[in-house]
């Protein structure tokens, strides 16, 4: 079994290969293109344990590592870099640094998710990415009409039915080219929250609750889009996946504060 170490950039990986004894059996630049990293990985002894660092495109890395025959290992970047003790940073140091802690046994990894897993999560994370422009955009409203001194009155929800009402009131009152902008931006806003109501009914019908989402949900602030995990669909339950993170976030930050 042979060591295989990639640091992965956006448009290439840096790879490196040892045996168990540190000899270096092969290094150099794979350019990206799929199928490049399984046929890569696929020369080597089934089963050699492949090193990827946290990087934002690990995704389709690892889909090709156990593609090719490989067994990915997750890196936590910033943690391995405190390992290896090295002052300098590049390819080579990074890949040679990530060989040394999987000879030695130390290599700080992180749970891999499931593919079903991983594809799951783009919900939640897409309806945090719409619920944050929602709120710009009705912060936007709210700030064209204070430029004239107008604020919505009169409704607890200057965004439901009633307080929409006040808002078309108070636009007529504006200067044309404001009253058209605002326009637009109203329309922005209906979209995205049709886009959430989307969102939010697929993630109900994927995402099963399990005890430990109802645990969650008794925190404050924590309701069914925060709390809800993936149904039984992957290799693990949603108890369990829950049980690993809270686990994983635990363990974290202990080691954060031994750091400290």
């Not at 344990?49 to 690990?58: D, I, K």
């Not at 990915?72 to 390992?83: D, F």
């Not at 422009?133 to 936007?140: D, G, M, P, Y």
Request: hydrophobic fraction near 35%; glycine fraction near 8%; proline fraction near 4%.
């Amino acid at each position: 079994m042979e060591y295989i170490a990639l640091d992965v950039h956006k448009k290439y990986t840096w790879a490196r290969v040892e045996n168990a004894k540190g000899d270096r059996l092969y290094e150099s630049r794979l350019q990206h293109a799929h199928g490049t990293i399984k046929n890569f990985v696929h020369r080597w002894s089934a089963g050699s344990l492949v090193a990827v660092e946290t990087v934002g495109n690990w995704y389709w890395v690892v889909d090709e590592i156990e593609a090719g025959g490989g067994k990915p290992q997750l890196v936590n970047a910033r943690l391995a870099k405190l390992m290896m003790g090295s002052v300098n940073k590049s390819d080579k140091l990074d890949a040679k640094g990530m060989n040394r802690l999987q000879r030695t046994g130390t290599l700080p990894v992180v749970w891999i998710p499931p593919s079903s897993v991983r594809d799951a999560r783009e919900l939640p994370r897409t309806r945090m990415v719409l619920s944050r422009q929602r709120t710009q955009l009705k912060n936007r409203v709210h700030a064209t009409l204070g430029k004239y001194g107008y604020t919505v009155e009169g409704a607890s929800d200057a965004f439901g039915k009633k307080g929409r009402q006040i808002v078309a009131e108070l636009m007529a009152k504006l200067p044309p080219h404001t009253e058209q902008a605002l326009g637009r931006v109203l329309d922005q806003l209906d979209h995205v929250g049709e886009n959430l109501k989307w969102i939010e009914a697929k993630m109900m019908e994927v995402f099963a609750p399990c005890p430990q989402t109802t645990w969650l949900k008794t925190l404050p602030g924590v309701g069914a889009d925060v709390s809800h995990r993936r149904s039984n669909r992957g290799s693990e339950s949603p108890c369990q996946e829950i049980t690993r993170s809270l686990l994983t976030f635990a363990a974290r930050r202990i080691r954060q504060l031994r750091l400290r």
